[in-house]
T-cell receptor, first 112, second 113 residues
Framework: TQLLEQSPQFLSIQEGENLTVYCNSS?????LQWYRQEPGEGPVLLVT?????EVKKLKRLTFQFGDARKDSSLHITAAQTGDTGLYLC????????????FGGGTRVLVKP | KAGVTQTPRYLIKTRGQQVTLSCSPI?????VSWYQQTPGQGLQFLFE???????NKGNFPGRFSGRQFSNSRSEMNVSTLELGDSALYLC????????????FGPGTRLTVT
């Protein structure tokens, strides 16, 4: 069974601060996706990383896939209140179908 | 393109009853997956349908079942409801040839009393 562990589970910061969320596993994934979920809504895809060592930037968000494709991180620079939400990582193994394994999530609260 | 739609958005059922949830994927997406989300267990994969066939299945009891129609719309059914089935049920669709990126609907909030 493949597991993805996210840390921390909860993060509360002031607007303008930086934060990093980690997603770790003992298993290798062919792709790693990050989603953000707001209350009352479904998760929204932020990014997909597929190559070991890959770094992707989405405005103030930086995503990194570990060299061994077992871990990933999400870094937010100068957080804004709009970044508040539940951040989820999900790993895919590339087999037929779309059976993703989701991490437990990191709840981020950005206070004004 | 219109997003993934789910109906109903909220549902209250009594223990022992059964329930059917509906999902319409993004136009052109042939893969539909269902997830259960609870505060304690997080987001857990139920099953995936592709071209009317179940392609992947999670670790849920047989009370949870699904199907997909020729227009890619999907339904999931839960029979003999238990209190522990109370959860947000999310449907997601995915395009062929992708890395399985999921486009989620808003979910159906099921409460079992």
């Amino acid at each position: 069974t493949q597991l993805l562990e996210q840390s921390p589970q909860f993060l509360s910061i002031q607007e303008g601060e930086n934060l990093t969320v980690y997603c770790n596993s003992s298993s290798v994934f062919s792709s790693l996706q990050w989603y953000r979920q707001e209350p009352g809504e479904g998760p929204v895809l932020l990014v997909t990383v597929v190559t070991g060592g890959e770094v992707k930037k989405l405005k103030r968000l930086t995503f990194q896939f570990g060299d061994a494709r077992k871990d990933s991180s999400l870094h937010i620079t100068a957080a804004q209140t709009g970044d508040t939400g539940l951040y989820l990582c999900a790993g895919g193994v590339g087999a037929a179908g779309n059976k993703l394994t989701f991490g437990g999530g990191t709840r981020v609260l950005v206070k004004p | 393109k219109a997003g993934v739609t789910q109906t109903p958005r909220y549902l209250i059922k009594t223990r022992g009853q059964q329930v059917t949830l509906s999902c319409s994927p993004i136009s052109g997406h042939r893969s539909v997956s269902w997830y259960q989300q609870t505060p304690g267990q997080g987001l857990q994969f139920l099953f995936e349908y592709f071209s009317e066939t179940q392609r992947n299945k999670g670790n849920f009891p047989g009370r949870f079942s699904g199907r997909q129609f020729s227009n890619s719309r999907s339904e999931m059914n839960v029979s003999t409801l238990e209190l522990g089935d109370s959860a947000l049920y999310l449907c997601a669709s995915s395009a062929a040839g992708s890395y399985g990126e999921q486009y989620f609907g808003p979910g159906t909030r099921l409460t079992v009393t």
